[in-house]
């Protein structure tokens, strides 16, 4: 997402949305490695956490969220990365300033609205397609790693070097997982409540 999609470069701004999560924890630290200035929004209950990472927290529930966010980068965000979707795609997309990108990776707000679980995820993949047609010198687009497995030899090549990588860094201590709690397989249910709670920093791991 940061350097193959975003290809955010050394020296610029980014916004992680949920900095405190296990995907945005490792943003944070990957881009903070590249030289990349990081603003996250996270719980204030896990600002010192994110700071600790080197980013600058945001309260995600401030109802000037994005305001606020535009006042710490009033030039605008060379990458922004929203896992939320719904109605604050389109606020994540006025951050992005010309040249940078908006990278989509999940729909976290739709999860419970009922019905169709594929329609939120379709109009969202419509609505980046179309910035990304549109003519106004920014990019945007949906990240699966996943993408591109038809292509097996690519993709493999492309996922061994950017595994490769990461784990390098996690071997040097350059790189840390965020691990919020170790629960038993056999706990899987109380496992993923607490993932859903929206309480911890980092990942659920289970053990088997």
């Not at 204030?44 to 980013?55: F, K, N, Q």
């Not at 605008?76 to 951050?95: K, T």
């Not at 070097?161 to 109380?190: C, K, M, W, Y």
Request: hydrophobic letters at 45%; charged letters at 20%; zero cysteines.
């Amino acid at each position: 997402m940061l350097h193959r999609m975003a290809r955010v470069p050394r020296g610029g701004t980014i916004l992680v949305l949920g900095a405190s999560g296990g995907v945005g924890s490792t943003l944070v630290q990957l881009a903070r490695q590249a030289g990349i200035r990081v603003i996250g929004t996270a719980s204030p209950r896990h600002h010192a956490a994110v700071r600790a990472l080197g980013a600058e927290p945001i309260d995600y529930r401030d109802p000037q969220l994005y305001a606020k966010a535009r006042a710490l980068a009033p030039d605008g965000y060379d990458g922004v990365f929203d896992h939320v979707g719904a109605p604050g795609i389109f606020e994540s997309w006025r951050l992005v300033r010309r040249g940078g990108a908006l990278v989509s990776y999940g729909t976290a707000a739709t999860r419970d609205v009922a019905g169709n679980p594929r329609l939120p995820i379709l109009a969202l993949f419509g609505r980046l397609l179309w910035w990304n047609l549109t003519p106004n010198g920014r990019r945007a687009g949906f990240y699966n790693l996943w993408a591109g497995r038809r292509r097996r030899a690519a993709f493999q090549a492309r996922l061994r070097e950017d595994l490769t990588n990461v784990f390098a860094l996690l071997a040097s201590g350059s790189l840390t997982a965020q691990v919020a709690a170790r629960v038993p397989l056999r706990e899987a249910a109380e496992a993923m409540r607490l993932a859903e709670s929206g309480t911890v920093a980092g990942k659920v791991v289970l053990i088997p």
